[in-house]
């Protein structure tokens, strides 16, 4: 079996492109997957923007690819946990490219480090991860969101960022809440059966105290096009989330919904996040 890479709590097999933190598995489209294999192949060094369009997208098919690049970093930091501003594992260098900055090691399939693997570390791990890139592009695996063929097709999948809810209450047992909901909201936006919404949910600019939040500079920073934002209220009577949907380019609402509970049970935050995903794909996806 092939083996592994292991940096901090993550482990990322280049062959099939599967990430997992502390073996949980992490979703992971496949064009930010292959990204992810390049920039692994070379620890430490600089991944020009060129050499990840050329490895990652090829010369065959024409791609957005300003705008693709930018949103597969986003989806690896969203995974990881990373920040553009504070990076632990994927840093931008400004101009030039990407650097993976973590330190990397290889691993057996049980996780362990791989006993039969010999010579500098880096030499196997590139075996793999450019037999990952050959399998993946031969066989056409994932078209992406950015990507056109030929022949011109409009591109169809919308980028959206699910921002952590606020907790209006005055009440800090119910800031876990807040944040279950929105996990919740990711999990049911990202559902294979949507496979035309792209959601980042756990990038590390989301968390920005809500004074402070910059729709616009999300957008920018994310390459998405809406946000989905959320608070949680309380009054004598119940409990109360409010979500709404922005358009980044004008920070208009285009939906918002409230939903009114007499408390928020696991039964009732699943329910509510299943509507609100609902409610912001037939947004999005008319043909939900």
């Known amino acids: 079996m092939a083996s592994r890479v292991r940096f901090g709590l993550f482990h990322f097999d280049p062959a ?24 692994l192949e070379r620890p430490g060094e600089i991944v020009s923007r060129e050499e990840l369009r050329r490895h990652v997208w090829g010369n065959e098919t024409f791609v957005d690819f300003e705008r693709g690049l930018n949103f597969c970093i986003a989806q690896i930091r969203s995974a990881l946990g990373d920040s553009a501003d504070s990076p632990r594992y994927v840093e931008t260098v400004p101009k030039r490219g990407y ?3 973590a330190p990397a090691s ?8 791989d006993p039969d693997l010999t010579g500098p570390p880096r030499t196997p791990l590139q075996a793999w991860t450019l037999a990952a890139l050959v399998i993946a592009l031969a066989a056409g695996a ?5 990507v056109r063929q030929r022949v011109a097709v409009p591109a169809t999948t919308v980028p959206i960022a699910v921002v ?8 800090i047992a119910f800031d876990a809440i807040a944040e279950g909901l929105a996990d919740a909201t990711v999990a049911r936006l990202a559902q294979s059966d949507r496979p035309r919404l792209a959601v980042v949910g756990n990038a590390q600019l989301l968390r920005t105290a809500r004074s402070f939040r910059d729709v616009k500079r999300i957008g920018a920073e994310l390459d998405v096009d809406y946000v989905v934002l959320g608070q ?3 009054d004598g009577s119940g409990v109360r989330v409010v979500a709404h949907l922005i358009r980044v380019s004008d920070e208009r609402h285009v939906w918002a919904n409230r939903f009114d509970r007499p408390e928020l049970t696991l039964a009732a ?3 509510i996040a299943d509507q609100i995903a609902r409610g912001v794909a037939r947004k999005l996806q008319p043909s939900e």
């Open 142 to 146: 994932g078209a992406f969101v950015f």
């Open 106 to 113: 290889l691993t057996g399939p049980s996780g362990t480090p």
């Open 16 to 39: 099939t492109g599967e990430l997992s933190r502390e073996g949980t598995p992490i979703r992971l489209q496949p064009q930010p997957a292959r990204v992810l294999a390049l920039l």
């Open 164 to 171: 952590p809810f606020d907790n209006q209450t005055g009440s």
């Open 232 to 234: 949680v209220q309380r």
């Open 99 to 101: 650097r993976f900055i």
């Open 269 to 271: 935050q699943g329910e």
